[in-house]
């Protein structure tokens, strides 16, 4: 069956059971209501932890699927502060961490062996510590240490759970004024844009009006290269490598301007004598004129630069909130990572690979 027709034979969940047997694609659409109830998910405050104290920079321990709202609230904060956002993505956590640190420990299984070293380390440093998980030991630590929690529903793969993983974080820190922003009405815009997005980019539209499976199809075979045209797209454009790296099962690379064009742009001289088939996404911003003009003619010279050897698509964030335009490109990325699934064959839910490493490491003990 061409391409074409096969991500049109996926409108039905029957349809899509050989695909994608545990429904990944039905999570995805499902995103839009897993934010609007991420955003109610209450807070539990025990009586542990360190002495109250001054918060003056917040540091996001976790990996993976669970990290990534770690990095939304980052941009989120260098856009209000007033302090800084850092995302830690290792055993250990940065030396500064102390008492005026706020650790957010956030890990969907709540088993991860890097967050639970991670926490430790926080324990030890009398930071100012809350967890969000769904359970594991994660969750066991931060009741027994009288940690503020956020226990999120559970059972889905972490990826998939973004909105349950940032949406806690966001209001644990707005709630505390470590955000000078209201976000009631950017929230009510975001799930708005995402379930437009969703109508538009369902699995019942057709490809020709889709373009998400537009954009699959034209992945299809290549090796997809992201890249931010600035600011908040940077971490978005990781986003997509990992949703490309994680549901399609390919190898995928980010970057972001203007750092891009001061190394990586070279890479493109001689790209084609490593491989043929590239495909570079721009993800875009209608505001990005007013944030600074400058870039856009980087965003033309290093599309014509790139469009040499690889072909060279653009996709553009959607609303006016930093929080929906970021949520935006997010979701698009979703889409087009699970229609590629479907056309390569793989299944976007498993991650055998990931289950056998995390496995080999318990074996140490
Ligand atoms: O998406 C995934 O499954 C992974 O990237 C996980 O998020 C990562 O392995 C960390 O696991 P957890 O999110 O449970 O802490």
Redesign the pocket.
């Known amino acids: 069956m061409p391409e074409e027709n096969r991500l049109d034979a996926i409108a039905t969940r029957e349809q899509r059971a050989t695909v994608d047997p545990q429904g990944m694609l039905d999570l995805v659409l499902k995103f839009p209501d897993q934010c609007r109830e991420a955003v109610s998910i209450p807070w539990h405050y025990g009586v542990g932890g360190s002495e109250p104290a001054e918060t003056r920079r917040i540091a996001v321990t ?5 990290a990534i709202g770690g990095d939304f609230l980052r941009c989120l904060a260098d856009e209000y502060g007033p302090i800084p956002v850092m995302v830690n993505r290792d055993y250990h956590l940065p030396h500064w961490v102390n008492r005026n640190t706020l650790v957010i420990a956030a ?6 062996e890097e ?1 639970l070293q991670a926490i430790r380390d926080a324990g030890l440093a009398e930071a100012q510590i809350a967890v969000v998980t769904s359970g594991g030991r994660l969750a066991e630590i931060a009741k027994h240490a009288g940690y503020a929690y956020a226990l999120v529903p559970g059972g889905q ?3 998939s759970a973004t909105g349950y993983m940032f949406f806690p974080q966001l209001n644990f820190l707005a709630h505390r004024s470590l955000l000078r922003h209201t976000f009631d009405k950017d929230i009510e815009e975001t799930v708005h844009v995402l379930e437009q997005l969703a109508r538009r980019l369902g699995p019942e539209v057709p490809t020709a009006q889709n373009v998400a499976k537009q954009l699959a199809q034209a992945l299809y075979g290549k090796i997809p290269v992201i890249y931010g045209s600035q600011g908040y797209r940077g971490v978005v454009a990781y986003r997509w490598k ?1 949703q490309f790296n ?1 549901n399609t099962k390919i190898a995928a690379f980010s970057n972001v301007l203007p750092e891009q064009n001061h190394n990586e742009i070279l890479a493109w001289v001689q790209a084609n004598k490593q491989a043929q088939n590239w495909a570079v996404v721009f993800l875009r911003d209608p505001q990005e004129r007013s944030e600074n003009p400058r870039i856009l003619r980087r965003v033309e010279v290093t599309q014509e630069l790139v469009g040499r050897v690889a072909g060279v698509y653009e996709v553009y964030a959607e609303g006016e909130s930093l929080l929906a335009r970021l949520f935006s490109l997010v979701y698009i990325a979703d889409f087009v990572s699970v229609y590629l699934a479907y056309l390569y064959g793989v299944c976007p839910t498993e ?1 055998s690979y ?1 289950d056998h490493l995390k496995e080999e490491l318990t074996k140490l003990g």
């Open positions: 976790g990996l993976g699927g669970s890990s969907y299984s709540g088993n991860t967050t793969p972490p990826r990992c994680e991650i990931i």
